[in-house]
């Protein structure tokens, strides 16, 4: 994905929402990242019947009680908060009714109304079978229900790309805009709680029993977290001629597969290099202009080693100086909305002009030789960032997004941007971990 299209279009973000463990709506999420972040707390879902049943949860406040149903389907919480940021979103991009009708809707979703079914399901244990046949639904129902629920009418769509899905969904909304398919898309994800996820990283033993711990040498594993992220993308010269804000511009997208694994990653890192050094070239940039990375960062004892190493042969010895936001030690593994809480994380720090201080390490495993700065907020020192999101099945997408001159991240740095940290990770000698998940 070039960061122009054939004629000529540049992409920029007009509009945010988000529901995570740190509340409702884009002001609280900024406010719990700069203020240490979430914690795990244990699911109450009495049919989890697991180990480990720690998750980063949206409070329960903060989970809409509505719409219940889309058409014949029930709907459970991710759907439901997927509504609710939608509406934050294009409520925060200016978009009246009129232009809604135009607005396409592309989503990255994985478990989608599972939560749903797994009610259903727990609930008719011991039923005769007659009774509970006939009743299926759809598990991708949460693009479709946010493009009811708000009146986009450009078309709607699904991708299921497991923990990476966002992030293509992102792409792939700015690929239509870049070709002139459609001026303005709604893109992001959501996720609700769901016991098959649990149970899986139970069963493949890759959940922490303590946290969300990436790149901390004492992480086993992930631990997940539920929650909505949406983002309005728009074309420049559209956003311009209707007076709209950017908070920043996605300039570039790249794609690979590592073909390695149906879970882990290569542990030689060749196709994430590649997607990330693709995504530089399509955006014009050298590495040296990227300020700040969100990396995919799991917490996996593998993904983190390979990440590592990947960043570092891309960034060489810019990456001693390279400031990492683990977003996944503040809100736990979002799976298929990981992307577009990453996209959204990078939107923002380039609007306020600084990378916020990392979550504690208790001690950085040192075969990741990547800067996690912890004890202060750092202004980025040059206006891009990188953001990766990695999957099952070894899919791997990087985006970068760059400030917008004039549009707040100027005058964020000038004003209100941390000190620099002092504090900086000294490159180790490195060799490849035998386990891990790319999750």
């Known amino acids: 994905m070039s960061h122009r299209g054939a004629n000529g279009r540049r992409v920029v973000v007009t509009g945010l929402g988000a529901i995570s463990c740190l509340g ?42 509505g719409p219940e149903r889309h058409a014949h389907v029930e709907l459970a919480a991710g759907p439901r908060m997927a509504i609710a940021a939608a509406h934050e979103a294009v409520a925060d991009a200016g978009l009246d009714e009129a232009r809604r009708e135009r607005l396409c809707v592309v989503l990255g979703v994985e478990m989608g109304n599972a939560g749903r079914h797994e009610a259903r399901r727990a609930a008719e244990h011991g039923a005769p079978i007659r009774q509970g046949a006939g009743r299926w639904s759809p598990m991708t129902v949460t693009s479709a229900a946010v493009s009811a629920a ?64 990436p790149f901390d040498t004492d992480r086993q594993g992930t631990l997940f977290g539920d929650g909505a992220a ?14 709209a804000t950017p908070y920043a511009e996605l300039s570039a997208a790249a794609f690979s597969c590592d073909a390695h694994h149906p879970t882990a990653p290569d542990p030689g890192g060749t196709q994430a290099v590649r997607g990330m050094r693709r995504a530089l070239a399509d955006a014009g940039l050298r590495p040296e202009d990227v300020g700040g990375v969100v990396p ?39 799976a298929g909305v990981a992307g577009a809480f990453g996209v959204l994380t990078a939107a923002l720090m380039l609007h306020h ?76 000698p490195q060799d490849t971990g035998t386990r891990g998940a790319a999750a």
């Open 353 to 428: 002009g600084r990378v916020p201080a990392n979550a504690p390490v208790t001690a950085q495993d040192p075969r990741c030789a990547v800067w996690l700065p912890q004890d202060r907020p750092v202004p980025l020192s040059a206006s891009a960032v990188l953001v990766n999101a990695y999957a099952f099945g070894g899919n791997n997408v990087s985006l970068v997004l760059s400030g917008v001159p004039g549009a707040g991240s100027a005058r964020e740095r000038q004003g209100t941007a941390g000190q620099a940290a002092t504090a900086r990770h000294a490159p180790a």
């Open 230 to 243: 949406m983002l309005v993308l728009e074309s420049a010269e559209h956003a311009e001629a209707r007076g």
């Open 150 to 213: 708000i009146g986009a009418t450009g078309g709607s769509t699904s991708v299921g790309n497991a923990c990476a899905a966002s992030g293509y969904a992102a792409a792939i909304a700015a690929d239509m805009i870049r070709a002139g398919e459609a001026d303005v898309v709604l893109t992001g994800g959501a996720e609700g709680p769901t016991r098959v996820g649990m149970g899986v990283f139970n069963r493949i033993g890759a959940a922490d029993p303590v946290a969300c711990r």
């Open 296 to 334: 995919h960062g799991t917490g996996t004892p593998l993904n983190d080693v390979v990440e590592s190493e990947a960043l570092r042969e891309v960034f060489g010895e810019h990456c001693d100086e390279l400031p990492l936001f683990s977003l996944k030690a503040m809100i736990g593994h979002t």
């Open 24 to 65: 409702s709506g884009v002001p609280a999420f900024w406010q719990g990242l700069t203020s240490g972040g979430g914690a795990p707390r244990p699911v109450t879902d009495p049919d989890a019947r697991m180990e480990n049943r720690l998750m980063y949860l949206v409070p329960a406040a903060d989970v809409p009680d």
